[in-house]
């Protein structure tokens, strides 16, 4: 079998070549698009696997995403190539929705004129959902987006229904929310955190002083996984008898400021909170101050340019169908996704 990943050089492309490398004998074309200095750092395990090769394609590009499905004839495409991040969609509107909902028409397309067997997953998101009506979110929640990022998503979502029925193609479109790991780019609020909390502890540790970790609204509520969980998930649903939509979710909520405290828990480090709205801090306690002989001791602060234009303020997903009907269980908590994160980048620290 042949499989196309598009977004091979993001979070979940990589995670999901791992997956497969290790749990089939398919052979993976790895889409990545054209880059004057690429970063293959999330393909270093499988770079050089012979089931591996790496090709060109820009979900942009309708010529190339064409020729890719005419010339490999995939029995999976699977789409995590998108603009993803949420904060900068109000600056990039029409690139998001280029890339992120026409590409995925230009997927179908392509699959429709050349390989229309061939089982298509499209990343959708629980950005879609927006200004919640109710929670826990599931798959019938109403599609409410906040963002130009969620209502690309939402988009996307339409175009897979109709092109499953339209022309009976096995497309799905997976309702995900946040997930994270090693891997999770660096503007992201858990990495942001974690490489904060990792630089934060070696300037403690070498007595010198550091300068705070800076991020917007505290009190957002996020339903967080590990991608590596959720890339299990997406298999499953690409091989249903039946293509069906399922939500992923850990069915818990956590405000970034929970995910803060546990980050610093990771290294023994209980903050203090103080202040309100644009002057809240988190500081190191005095004894720790003293303790280490240094002068800074402001460890978060609030920058308002990290405020969104609209926010969602809380996401909180209900997966049980997909436990129940997929037989999916994640299999990292919470606690040992932070302590992973923290751990990893506090290892891997370099100044
Ligand atoms: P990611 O780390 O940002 O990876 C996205 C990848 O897409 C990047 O490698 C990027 O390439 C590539 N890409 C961007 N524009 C492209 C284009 N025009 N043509 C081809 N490739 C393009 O994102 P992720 O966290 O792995 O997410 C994977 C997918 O799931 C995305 O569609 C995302 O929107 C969706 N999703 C993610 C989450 C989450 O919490 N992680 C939740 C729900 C849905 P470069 O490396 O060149 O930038
Ligand atoms: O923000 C708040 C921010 O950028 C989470 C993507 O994978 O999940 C992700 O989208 C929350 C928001 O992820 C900072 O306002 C505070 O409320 O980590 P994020 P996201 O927007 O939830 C969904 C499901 C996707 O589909 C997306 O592709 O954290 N926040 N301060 C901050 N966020 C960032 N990035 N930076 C801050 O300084």
Redesign the pocket.
């Known amino acids: 079998m042949k499989i196309i990943i598009t977004g091979i050089l993001g ?1 979940d492309g990589a995670n999901m070549a791992e997956y497969i490398l290790k749990n089939t004998q398919h052979d993976i074309f790895g889409v990545m698009r054209r880059s004057s200095n690429p970063n293959f750092i999330n393909c270093a395990n499988f770079l050089t696997n012979p089931r591996f090769k790496l090709v060109y394609g820009d979900l942009t590009d309708s010529v190339s995403i064409d020729s890719l499905v005419r010339d490999i004839q995939p029995d999976y495409f699977i789409n995590f190539g ?1 603009q ?4 900068c969609s109000w600056e990039m509107p029409l690139q998001t929705f280029d890339t992120n909902a026409t590409g995925v028409v230009r997927c179908l397309e392509a699959i429709r004129k050349h390989k229309k067997t061939c089982r298509f997953y499209s ?5 879609e959902f927006g200004d919640v009506a109710y929670s826990p979110q599931d798959i019938l929640h109403p599609i409410k987006p906040r ?1 130009p ?2 209502a690309s ?1 939402a988009s996307a979502r339409h175009n897979v229904k109709v092109y499953r029925e339209s022309y009976g193609l096995y497309a799905v479109h997976g309702i ?5 790991g090693t891997k ?2 660096e ?6 955190i974690t490489k904060g909390v990792a630089r934060i502890i070696h300037s403690i540790r070498n007595k010198k002083s550091f300068a705070p ?6 009190d ?3 339903d967080w996984s590990d991608s590596e969980d959720f890339v299990d998930g997406v298999w499953k649903m690409l091989n249903q008898e039946k293509p069906k939509d399922y939500v992923l979710s850990s069915n818990e909520t956590h405000t ?1 400021r929970e995910f803060i405290n546990k980050a610093f828990a990771v290294v023994n480090i209980d903050g203090i909170w103080h202040g309100n709205g644009i002057n809240e801090e988190l500081s190191l306690p005095n004894y720790l101050v003293e303790e280490h002989d240094i002068y800074s001791s402001v460890l978060v602060k609030i ?1 308002p340019k ?3 234009p609209a ?3 809380l ?1 909180l997903g209900d997966s049980n169908p997909a436990r129940q009907e997929l037989g999916w269980q994640p299999k990292i908590s919470f606690d040992n996704l932070v302590e992973r994160m923290v751990k990893y980048d506090v290892d891997n620290f370099k100044i």
């Open positions: 979070q998108a993803s991040f949420v904060g990343a959708g998101s629980s950005e963002s990022y969620g998503k995900l929310f946040n997930h994270e999770r780019g503007e992201f609020v858990t990495r942001k970790i800076e991020l917007g609204n505290l957002a509520k996020r970034i920058n990290f405020y969104r926010e969602v303020d996401l």
